[in-house]
């Protein structure tokens, strides 16, 4: 299975996700987001909107286009219904039911996701491409209409691990991203941290440095190229990609990273990246009573189920159909 990975150049890049910095995104998770509205002209997908994530978690989701909230630089087209619904459902069961399961009461209420909005298309622009944004505290997410979930069922399973993946590395991996942020935006990320590789983030140019030298990131103690954009991103990167992967996934990317970035380092990149997590695994307990290797196991359990047949190993989600709304919807839905 291919291990999540944002290093590409962006002279390459086809299909980015623009992640949130500290500047951008400022979200204060005590603020209500969400506002109850009149459902009696609403479809059953927006009423599951609603009366799902609205009202028990507290986020705001908007996936009919509006031209307010659509970027000025990239052109981008409306989500189709059905393919929202099979995000929301697999955003339902791969990111806020783990939190809700595992997570100390109120968790996902306080510290995930408050605005979120679904675009159809990529972000279509001069330059590049982009897979989201996330302005001023709003996550946007592009290209649902391409979200495919797959199933092993039928005779032609060509590409089906890479659609897997795909929804996974794409999709899953930015929730627990970008809800990162609020986390070190409540509560400052220690300076133990941040003094690992102070020295080595490259703002602006954290795609191309490590592309044009031809230098694996990892060996400097970031979990991808992104990471070392910023304190900020690497906290929310080293957060999502080490929610998402399987253990053995770990370990690769660990096994990659076990060098010196520079003769003269102190440590290999392995090291720094494991006494990153010891120190974000410690500052998550102390401040947020919560024990990221629980959450990971949860979200792992959901995320990754292996399937071997006589042809090869597939991975595939343990719930199946994310394209229809869940039974327990309508046993809980108001009246109107």
């Known amino acids: 299975m291919k291990l999540f990975n944002k290093i590409i150049a962006p002279l390459l890049l086809s299909a980015a996700l623009v992640s949130c910095g500290s500047s951008s995104d400022q979200v204060d998770p005590k603020r209500p987001i969400f506002s109850p509205l009149d459902t009696t002209t609403m479809t059953e997908v927006q009423k599951y909107v609603q009366n799902y994530f609205g009202k028990k978690f507290n986020v705001d989701i908007r ?40 997570a100390p009461k109120g ?22 491409n982009l897979l989201g944004e996330a302005p001023f505290g709003m996550i946007q997410v592009y290209d649902i209409n391409r979200l495919t979930i797959p199933y092993l069922g039928g005779d032609d399973l060509s590409g ?26 409540d509560t400052p990320v220690p300076e133990a941290f941040l003094k690992l590789t102070i020295s080595d983030y ?23 190229d992104y990471a070392s954009k910023s304190p900020e991103e690497d906290f929310a990167e080293l957060y999502g990609t080490y929610m998402v992967l399987l253990p053995e996934e770990w370990e690769n990317l660990m096994v990659q990273a076990d060098h010196k970035y520079k003769p003269d380092s102190r440590y290999t990149g392995r090291e720094i990246l494991e006494r990153k997590l010891a120190i974000m695994k410690e500052y998550l307990k102390a401040n947020y009573h919560l024990d990221i290797d629980v959450v990971r196991a949860e979200a792992n359990r959901r995320i990754c189920a292996k399937v071997t047949l006589p042809s090869a190993e597939y991975y595939k989600f343990v719930k199946d159909d994310f394209s229809m709304l869940p039974p327990s919807y309508y046993s809980t839905i108001p009246k109107d």
């Open 63 to 102: 996936y009919n286009y509006e031209d307010r909230l659509a970027s000025n630089l990239y052109k981008l087209g409306p989500a189709s219904e059905a393919q929202a619904l099979k995000y929301l459902n697999l955003m339902r069961y791969t990111f806020f039911e783990v939190y809700e399961k595992v």
């Open 107 to 128: 968790f996902a209420e306080r510290h995930t996701i408050k605005q979120l909005v679904l675009f159809g298309t990529l972000g279509y622009g001069p330059t590049q």
């Open 160 to 185: 089906f691990n890479y659609y897997y993946e795909r929804a996974r590395d794409n999709y899953i991996q930015t929730l627990y991203h970008e809800s990162a942020h609020t986390l070190h935006q």
């Open 202 to 224: 490259q703002q602006d140019n954290a795609f191309s440095y490590w592309y044009v030298r031809g230098i694996s990131s990892l060996t400097a103690g970031f979990i991808s």
